[in-house]
């Protein structure tokens, strides 16, 4: 991994607690013992599609639809609105009920699937967190609302009261989704991708939810903690509190305009070291980058995070990739921006070791930069 500069003092990820080197080591033994149970399918005439092994959905054969799943949670973000409803008087649950179903439909739209349904996940560490109306409301049209932009049918869910498992006084939230490839060659996993294809990025709104963490832990080092301004004259907390871009309304469209990607990562935990999700050996280059959002330039700027830390942990403007033929990238993004979703023909796939080059920034991230497959 190439350091632009050091970081003498200051914050890293796992200060606040989240660690991926611990972490990912779980998620590989979890995709060994998984993978292992894949022919149970075959009881019922279906099977696996094996290449979903290690991608953020799960795929199954069964005969006549290709049915994808994925599981995912929001994390902590749900502290970040806690703290700031004193402050601005909102409950902002509507944008976490959005966080929490990007994080879910984001995922599933990377293999080609159209989302179908989703189900709720909301524990409560007290079953007095339902008492407040508003935020109750709020978390229910917000929850709906994502749903409708997505165009899936919200089946249902579960909100236990999880007392000495969650905190007094706070919620998780978490949701799974289903969806289906149709048709079978929309799926995109391993065997399309290949050097010489564009690299599209799609902007983010800003943290989304991932290095949330870090965040929580640097508003309790500044001075003014979630009221600092930003450059753009924002509160730091509002900022930070913007809903996650809900981006299925973009494969859509580009699969209705005959685009078909060859691959789609959802720059997540990890960052950009996530564009190089895919098992093969290839070199994604990059000859530009999408400007920073202010809130990520001030967590940056105040941890006192390099180019490569930051790059490595946060999206950086860039909350998705889309690679696709070469031919296609001035379509993929004219489509993006014409769902309203800034885009950038930004990088290149090429022959080479495994690696990300963000040549802009004198920042290349390695193989042995990510651990993700068993």
């Known amino acids: 991994m190439t350091q632009q500069n050091t970081r003498p003092h200051g914050l890293a990820y796992k200060d606040a607690g989240v660690d991926y080197s611990k972490i990912d080591p779980l998620k590989i033994d979890a995709q060994r013992a998984a993978r292992e149970t894949g022919g149970n399918l075959a009881r019922m005439g279906y099977h696996e599609i094996e290449a979903s092994r290690g991608e953020s959905a799960y795929v199954v054969d069964m005969g006549d639809v290709l049915l994808a799943s994925i599981t995912e949670c929001l994390g902590t973000k749900v502290l970040i609105a806690d703290a700031m409803r004193p402050i601005t008087g909102k409950t902002y649950f509507d944008n976490l009920a959005q966080d929490t179903l990007a994080m879910a439909i984001n995922d599933i739209i990377t293999v080609g699937a159209t989302p179908v349904s989703v189900q709720a996940y909301w524990a409560a560490g007290s079953s007095n967190w339902f008492d407040d109306k508003q935020r109750a409301h709020d978390l229910v049209q917000g929850w709906k609302a994502a749903c409708d932009r997505c165009g899936v049918s919200w089946g249902g869910g579960e909100t236990p009261s999880l007392g000495g498992v969650v905190e007094s006084g706070t919620i998780d939230l978490a949701a799974s989704c289903i969806g289906v490839v149709k048709p079978r060659e929309r799926l995109t996993l391993q065997d399309k991708m290949k050097a010489g294809d564009a690299i599209v990025l799609l902007a983010s709104s800003g943290i989304h939810a991932n290095g949330v963490s870090l965040a929580r832990k640097l508003a309790t080092q500044i001075p003014d903690g979630y009221s600092a301004k930003l450059s753009d004259g924002r509160l730091y907390g509002d900022a930070l509190l913007d809903a996650t871009i809900l981006y299925s309304p973009v494969t859509e469209a580009l699969f209705a305009a005959g685009v078909m990607p060859h691959y789609i990562a959802n720059i997540t935990g990890h960052g950009w070291r996530k564009v190089m999700r895919h098992a093969a050996s290839l070199t994604y280059r990059f000859h530009s980058v999408p400007p920073v959002p202010p809130v990520l330039s001030f967590i940056q700027q105040h941890v006192g995070m390099s180019d490569t830390d930051a ?64």
């Open 311 to 374: 790059y490595g942990t946060f999206n950086m403007g860039a909350g998705f990739a889309l690679f696709v033929a070469p031919e296609d990238a001035a379509k993929t993004v004219a489509v993006a921006e014409k769902a309203g979703i800034a885009a950038w023909n930004a990088g290149v796939i090429e022959d080479g070791a495994k690696s990300v080059v963000i040549e802009p920034l004198n920042v290349t991230f390695t193989d042995a930069d990510m651990h993700l497959r068993a």
